[in-house]
């Protein structure tokens, strides 16, 4: 039974939430603040994923993701009642695995908890290594190295460059990766993949050429 934690300041939509995700089988953890968001993280370390509210009394959601992040790549969803486009790239930024806009539909978000859970646990699951020049991909440990260092990163991060790399040498697209890395149902703006791109880059360092932009187009791992 998976372990999902819900951070949000309004009653209303923990309940409504905790009801779908209860009847579909999964255990649900509340949270009214960013404080108590962090706390309830820090003593539950199983939990599966989190459901993350923007804007909370205390630390707000933009705080609790990046604390949270320093130690532990749990795939989050983040909601918000704004629609701004450098909200969302700024979630993606601090290592978002989903955002959501608020009025959203229960269903929409439990169908998208299917994804990132069955996602997470299909590479924690898979028996198989991934390597090219110095950049080695664990997906049992779901872990990354470069030139044997270890190498933090997000969630959709890991997703992307396990993409790239099982693609390498064909040229994808941008619509491509939205559809493969951020599922079919995903509706954001092809700018989430650069700025995804650019924060891999840096991560990976000198690796991170083997990531090249295809000007008109998208990217290629060579």
């Excluded at 998976?2 to 089988?25: P, Q, S, T, Y």
């Excluded at 603040?33 to 939990?47: H, P, R, V, W």
């Excluded at 705080?63 to 790239?89: F, G, W």
């Excluded at 299909?122 to 110095?134: N, V």
């Amino acid at each position: 039974m998976a372990k999902i934690l819900i951070a949000d300041d309004e009653k209303r939509i923990r309940v409504l939430l905790k009801d779908f995700m209860k009847r579909d089988g999964y255990e649900v953890l509340e949270a009214s603040d960013g404080d108590e968001a962090l706390a309830c993280f820090e003593k539950n370390s199983d939990i599966s994923l989190i459901v993350l509210d923007v804007m909370m009394p205390g630390r707000d959601g933009w705080e609790v993701l990046r604390k949270i992040r320093e130690t532990s790549q749990v795939p989050v969803i983040m909601l918000t009642a704004k629609s701004e486009e450098d909200d969302e790239l700024h979630g993606f930024a601090l290592g978002a695995d989903e955002y959501i806009i608020k009025p959203f539909s229960p269903r929409t978000l439990m169908a998208r908890i299917e994804v990132l859970l069955r996602r997470s646990g299909e590479k924690k699951d898979a028996a198989d290594i991934l390597a090219i020049d110095g950049i080695r991909v664990d997906r049992t440990a779901h872990e990354v190295y470069v030139d044997g260092e270890l190498v933090e990163l997000s969630f959709k991060e890991f997703e992307l460059l396990t993409y790239f790399m099982e693609n390498a040498g064909v040229a994808l697209s941008r619509e491509k990766i939205l559809s493969s890395v951020w599922n079919y149902d995903y509706f954001g703006d092809a700018r989430t993949i650069d700025t995804h791109v650019k924060k891999l880059r840096a991560k990976l360092k000198e690796q991170g050429n083997h990531i090249r932009t295809i000007w008109g187009m998208g990217y290629k791992f060579e």
